[in-house]
């Protein structure tokens, strides 16, 4: 029989993470994630065109100016006009690895990337504690459009089948997981609950996409884009505005959906209901999954710690991980 490990706490103490360290020769404090750290690989992630693309003649740019917001007292790097999605790779230490990479989704409102605070951050945090990191610069801008999470989720579904595929340079992983923020945690729960489990694409042609709901027929032929587990921190839009109790219609929870970890402040103007709601339901069906609401926070905190509760919540996504098996003990 399966039981059920489940943690829901509602906290309001203070505290400073563990972040880690990056693997750079030079390493750093490992209570701060490195911020001048490279990926190991940077990977274009559709061999042609990608799919459903609306051609636009903007220049991908950091979209900062000196009067953006800060958080932690430090600049965001907010990446848009993305056109051509790549995949950022951190390879954790061969000596301390182990068998799960996460593919990272930065938010920013399906508009923009806040690339280093929910992108680049997290993966050094990650590859500190054994993980190998995949930021995933997916499309943007697409908010306008009638299915604004569209092409970010494809351009997820595609980073989690190359970390699968063994086709990367030092990436062999048994659990592939996906981590998301606000608008990236929006497509990352779609890409968790997706019924489409396997898709090929045409070498020759990125848009010649055949999804099946069945099991794949041949490895070669097609690839899983399901994932292990999920994190979603602070996610974006999962709940109807008029009942912010009720999940909206397109995510489909049952005991065959991964296990979640979830942290959102109480006080988010983007509403915890989003989190409340789709832990219940994985609640409901016996999902191994945990929720933290934190009593103060605010939106879009990343992992830069500001002396409040939430600071803490990579410590307890780390535990949460390490329990379910996805870390070395």
């Known amino acids: 029989m399966k039981m059920p490990l489940v943690w829901f706490s509602l906290l309001a103490m203070i505290g400073v993470p563990s972040l880690g360290h990056s693997q750079d020769a030079t390493q750093t404090d490992s209570t701060q994630p490195n911020h001048s750290a490279q990926p190991d690989h940077v990977i274009r992630l559709w061999p ?49 690895a182990s068998q799960a990479a996460i593919v990272i989704c930065p938010g920013g409102g ?13 993966a050094t945090w990650l590859q500190g504690i054994g993980v190998t990191a995949a930021v995933v610069k997916y499309r943007v801008p697409t908010r306008g459009e009638g299915k604004n999470w569209l092409a970010p989720v494809q351009d997820i579904q595609r980073s989690v089948e190359l ?130 609401v934190f009593a103060d926070g605010g939106h879009g905190f990343g992992a830069r710690p500001v002396n409040l509760a939430h600071d803490r919540w990579p410590m307890l996504c780390e535990d949460w991980m390490r329990d379910r098996g996805w870390l070395a003990r």
């Not at 979209?63 to 056109?83: E, F, H, M, W, Y």
């Not at 399906?110 to 997290?122: H, V």
């Open 163 to 292: 970390l699968r595929s063994g086709s990367i340079d030092g990436v062999n992983v048994e659990h592939v997981g996906v981590l998301g923020f606000s608008a990236g945690g929006n497509a990352a729960a779609r890409t968790a609950t997706t019924k489409h489990k396997y898709y090929r694409v045409d070498p020759s042609n990125s848009e010649a996409i055949t999804r099946t709901n069945d099991d794949a027929t041949s490895a070669d032929e097609f690839q899983s884009v399901a994932v292990d587990f999920a994190v979603l921190v602070y996610p974006a839009w999962l709940v109807e505005k008029e009942e912010p109790s009720k999940l909206i219609a397109e995510l489909q929870v049952d005991v065959d959906t991964p296990p979640m970890f979830f942290a959102h402040a109480r006080n988010d103007g983007v509403t915890c209901m989003s989190s409340v709601a789709l832990f219940t339901k994985l609640q409901q069906n016996d999902i191994p999954s945990a929720l933290h």
């Open 110 to 122: 399906y508009s923009i990337l806040a690339w280093d605070l929910e992108g680049t951050e997290i």
């Open 48 to 96: 042609a065109t990608p799919p459903d693309l609306r051609p636009s003649d903007a220049v991908e740019a950091d979209t900062s100016t000196p009067d953006s917001n800060k958080v932690a007292q430090r600049s965001v790097i907010r990446l848009g006009n993305v056109q051509s999605p790549e995949l950022h790779v951190f390879v954790a230490d061969p000596a301390t």
